[in-house]
């Protein structure tokens, strides 16, 4: 017999042998008909492999970010089998999930090629293997066999990864007439597959490196039900609706110019003015918590990047060195900010009484992205972080931290972000070599992050190997109105950098201490920040955020003296407003600005210039009735006061 601990440390015995299967089964019927895998001592394994001994085990349903993952990785499998059946002779390269489905990367024979008809063929066929319910069965292989097997099949793309491989760790997965190379885990059976969109097809170099062959990627979703399929498909077209891109081009927030350079974004008067306003909102919010603004360059000599252990670690996703013309001198564009604010802390002596010090600053910095890689603002080549480091003691640590946590969650509480998780990313026990520093360290890093959160009362859930190279993080994981997840706001503590910069403090002891740095970015990145705000908010921003707040639509030009006069008026109350005096027909003026989302519409006439009033329309809300000026001005500024009180409570 052996002992299983459940995730609420109860202990249960079975017979040596049992599977993930077996566990649910023996818990309740309704789980054994939802869970899609299980974790056993920290790994996540198919359903139906033994556990041979005692084990710490849990069990994930689709509700769970683990069975999602089992439950696409297998898809992916699925549509493998789907391609091969049509197009014998494919090479496959690798299918892995990703944040909502899954892909394929495959080298098609004889130079064949995917296009979207083909799409609708293949998911057919997935479902007729689904109704089969082929079992995905795990097997162990020698590297000497697996190299023989993929080398009969001609799969060049496999053997590359088999060489990869150390003997003993390799396995296969089959269902019904289709073998793959995979690690797993996987679905007992293609049964648990009932719905499948397959999404896009686009072009990947093999290893994601541009100097390799260009393969296709088939890209797919899956469901356990029908109708969540169809939910999924009703989100995307609301997800079309709210494009960063498409309602950034239609509000005239930012753009992009292939003469500037692909993947910098250029920003609009419209969208600096809510970039700079969403600044001076957390300027003032660091202000209160005690935070200093610094500036650094946009450049750094590339030794000051050796010494952090970017260069190491970011060399390949940086731009190239920059040569002077003095022999030896190197210098790169800044790919972190966090070197530059060290060289700052070393400026002059600090005392155990100095501590903390809070450096924050919006720096600018640069990463090389391939150009299929690029997307929008969530994806750019340039981007300002919303950084800031924060040097203490190790007595203040876990009250620094939670100071952060706190700024968080003024900003999420701004800006509407009810729904989201707090993720503790930890490094990877498995793969020491991913990153810096002693393993005491790490000890106290991961466990000051650990106790922060309960003290705090926050629900948060563990992530092995999502640390950064130099320490753990606290990620928050938001979920916009869509229920799409996005990564918001990053905290990490650091004992490395300060290690690494000999940076130091001479305690009450006289002697000298090295300080422990928090990392944080409650934004992440301005560009990628703003892009999720304006697909949760599908551009109807808060109205003390966005950048007009009105706009008065005189309805002939006969008008247009008195609509300068409200705007001037307005302006001069902190109205943020426009006039548009276009000759156009007041129905198109309505339609054109709802399109561009200014919350407020005052239509102005003979009626409203006689008596000094204005006709308030509300964005999606219509007729609001008439006002004066003042009363506008007032009624606007107790809206935004309202939406402001109460963000430290």
């Given at each position: 017999?052996?002992?299983?601990?459940?995730?609420?440390?109860?202990?249960?015995?079975?017979?040596?042998?049992?599977?993930?299967?077996?566990?649910?089964?023996?818990?309740?019927?309704?789980?054994?008909?939802?869970?899609?895998?299980?974790?056993?001592?920290?790994?996540?394994?198919?359903?139906?492999?033994?556990?041979?001994?005692?084990?710490?085990?849990?069990?994930?349903?689709?509700?769970?970010?683990?069975?999602?993952?089992?439950?696409?990785?297998?898809?992916?499998?699925?549509?493998?089998?789907?391609?091969?059946?049509?197009?014998?002779?494919?090479?496959?390269?690798?299918?892995?999930?990703?944040?909502?489905?899954?892909?394929?990367?495959?080298?098609?024979?004889?130079?064949?090629?995917?296009?979207?008809?083909?799409?609708?063929?293949?998911?057919?066929?997935?479902?007729?293997?689904?109704?089969?319910?082929?079992?995905?069965?795990?097997?162990?292989?020698?590297?000497?066999?697996?190299?023989?097997?993929?080398?009969?099949?001609?799969?060049?793309?496999?053997?590359?990864?088999?060489?990869?491989?150390?003997?003993?760790?390799?396995?296969?997965?089959?269902?019904?007439?289709?073998?793959?190379?995979?690690?797993?885990?996987?679905?007992?059976?293609?049964?648990?597959?009932?719905?499948?969109?397959?999404?896009?097809?686009?072009?990947?170099?093999?290893?994601?490196?541009?100097?390799?062959?260009?393969?296709?990627?088939?890209?797919?979703?899956?469901?356990?039900?029908?109708?969540?399929?169809?939910?999924?498909?009703?989100?995307?077209?609301?997800?079309?609706?709210?494009?960063?891109?498409?309602?950034?081009?239609?509000?005239?927030?930012?753009?992009?110019?292939?003469?500037?350079?692909?993947?910098?974004?250029?920003?609009?008067?419209?969208?600096?003015?809510?970039?700079?306003?969403?600044?001076?909102?957390?300027?003032?919010?660091?202000?209160?918590?005690?935070?200093?603004?610094?500036?650094?360059?946009?450049?750094?000599?590339?030794?000051?990047?050796?010494?952090?252990?970017?260069?190491?670690?970011?060399?390949?996703?940086?731009?190239?060195?920059?040569?002077t013309p003095a022999e030896g001198e190197e210098y790169m564009?800044?790919?972190?900010?966090?070197?530059?604010?060290?060289?700052?802390?070393k400026i002059k002596p600090r005392s155990y009484k100095d501590?903390?010090?809070?450096?924050?600053?919006?720096?600018?910095?640069?990463?090389?992205?391939?150009?299929?890689?690029?997307?929008?603002?969530?994806?750019?080549?340039?981007?300002?972080?919303?950084?800031?480091?924060?040097?203490?003691?190790?007595?203040?640590?876990?009250?620094?931290?939670?100071?952060?946590?706190?700024?968080?969650?003024?900003?999420?509480?701004?800006?509407?972000?009810?729904?989201?998780?707090?993720?503790?990313?930890?490094?990877?026990?498995?793969?020491?070599?991913?990153?810096?520093?002693?393993?005491?360290?790490?000890?106290?890093?991961?466990?000051?992050?650990?106790?922060?959160?309960?003290?705090?009362?926050?629900?948060?859930?563990?992530?092995?190997?999502?640390?950064?190279?130099?320490?753990?993080?606290?990620?928050?994981?938001?979920?916009?109105?869509?229920?799409?997840?996005?990564?918001?706001?990053?905290?990490?503590?650091?004992?490395?950098?300060?290690?690494?910069?000999?940076?130091?403090?001479?305690?009450?002891?006289?002697?000298?201490?090295?300080?422990?740095?928090?990392?944080?970015?409650?934004?992440?990145?301005?560009?990628?920040?703003?892009?999720?705000?304006?697909?949760?908010?599908?551009?109807?921003?808060?109205?003390?955020?966005?950048?007009?707040?009105?706009?008065?639509?005189?309805?002939?030009?006969?008008?247009?003296?008195?609509?300068?006069?409200?705007?001037?008026?307005?302006?001069?109350?902190?109205?943020?407003?426009?006039?548009?005096?276009?000759?156009?027909?007041?129905?198109?003026?309505?339609?054109?600005?709802?399109?561009?989302?200014?919350?407020?519409?005052?239509?102005?006439?003979?009626?409203?210039?006689?008596?000094?009033?204005?006709?308030?329309?509300?964005?999606?809300?219509?007729?609001?009735?008439?006002?004066?000026?003042?009363?506008?001005?007032?009624?606007?500024?107790?809206?935004?006061?309202?939406?402001?009180?109460?963000?430290?409570?």
């Amino acid at each position: 017999m052996i002992n299983i601990t459940l995730p609420d440390n109860s202990v249960r015995e079975f017979e040596a042998g049992i599977t993930g299967m077996g566990i649910a089964e023996a818990i309740s019927n309704r789980l054994a008909k939802e869970v899609l895998s299980v974790s056993v001592n920290g790994e996540v394994w198919d359903l139906t492999r033994p556990i041979e001994t005692d084990a710490s085990v849990k069990l994930f349903t689709w509700e769970d970010r683990e069975g999602k993952e089992t439950f696409w990785h297998s898809s992916a499998h699925l549509m493998a089998e789907a391609i091969e059946a049509f197009y014998p002779g494919t090479k496959f390269g690798i299918g892995p999930c990703v944040e909502t489905g899954f892909y394929y990367d495959i080298d098609l024979p004889d130079g064949q090629q995917l296009t979207d008809k083909d799409l609708e063929m293949l998911e057919k066929k997935m479902l007729e293997f689904s109704r089969e319910r082929h079992s995905m069965v795990r097997s162990s292989i020698s590297k000497e066999e697996a190299l023989k097997m993929f080398t009969d099949k001609g799969d060049n793309l496999k053997t590359e990864l088999i060489g990869e491989l150390q003997d003993g760790t390799i396995t296969l997965y089959n269902q019904g007439a289709f073998t793959d190379l995979c690690r797993g885990p996987h679905l007992p059976d293609t049964g648990y597959i009932k719905a499948v969109k397959l999404t896009a097809i686009a072009g990947a170099y093999w290893r994601g490196d541009e100097k390799r062959k260009m393969l296709t990627r088939v890209y797919g979703v899956s469901f356990p039900k029908q109708k969540m399929l169809e939910e999924y498909l009703v989100m995307i077209e609301e997800a079309k609706k709210r494009d960063h891109r498409k309602v950034g081009r239609e509000m005239e927030l930012f753009a992009f110019s292939e003469s500037v350079g692909l993947g910098l974004p250029l920003w609009l008067p419209k969208g600096t003015q809510l970039r700079s306003r969403l600044e001076e909102f957390l300027k003032k919010i660091q202000k209160d918590f005690g935070y200093e603004q610094v500036m650094t360059p946009h450049i750094g000599d590339v030794n000051l990047y050796k010494t952090s252990g970017h260069y190491e670690k970011y060399g390949k996703d940086s731009f190239q060195v920059i040569k002077t013309p003095a022999e030896g001198e190197e210098y790169m564009l800044k790919p972190m900010n966090c070197p530059h604010h060290c060289e700052i802390y070393k400026i002059k002596p600090r005392s155990y009484k100095d501590l903390p010090v809070r450096f924050a600053e919006f720096g600018t910095v640069y990463r090389y992205e391939q150009s299929g890689e690029l997307h929008g603002l969530t994806r750019v080549r340039g981007f300002t972080q919303d950084d800031a480091h924060l040097f203490c003691r190790p007595d203040q640590l876990k009250e620094e931290f939670k100071k952060v946590i706190d700024i968080v969650f003024i900003i999420f509480k701004a800006l509407d972000f009810k729904d989201y998780k707090a993720q503790i990313s930890l490094r990877d026990p498995n793969k020491p070599e991913k990153y810096i520093g002693s393993s005491e360290n790490w000890d106290k890093a991961e466990s000051a992050i650990v106790e922060a959160c309960e003290e705090k009362g926050l629900k948060t859930f563990t992530v092995l190997g999502e640390a950064a190279f130099y320490g753990p993080k606290l990620d928050f994981m938001v979920r916009d109105a869509l229920g799409r997840s996005w990564q918001l706001g990053t905290i990490q503590v650091d004992y490395n950098l300060p290690e690494r910069f000999q940076l130091e403090y001479i305690g009450s002891d006289d002697k000298r201490h090295r300080p422990v740095m928090i990392h944080r970015a409650p934004f992440g990145s301005m560009e990628r920040f703003v892009a999720v705000l304006i697909e949760h908010t599908a551009g109807k921003f808060p109205l003390w955020l966005t950048p007009e707040q009105a706009v008065v639509l005189p309805i002939s030009e006969k008008f247009n003296d008195y609509a300068h006069v409200v705007s001037d008026m307005l302006n001069f109350s902190d109205i943020r407003t426009v006039v548009d005096d276009r000759n156009e027909k007041i129905g198109r003026k309505i339609r054109d600005n709802e399109l561009k989302r200014v919350p407020y519409l005052l239509v102005v006439g003979e009626k409203e210039e006689e008596t000094r009033t204005v006709a308030v329309r509300r964005q999606g809300e219509g007729d609001k009735g008439s006002m004066t000026i003042d009363e506008f001005a007032a009624f606007i500024n107790d809206e935004v006061k309202k939406q402001l009180t109460g963000l430290y409570n």
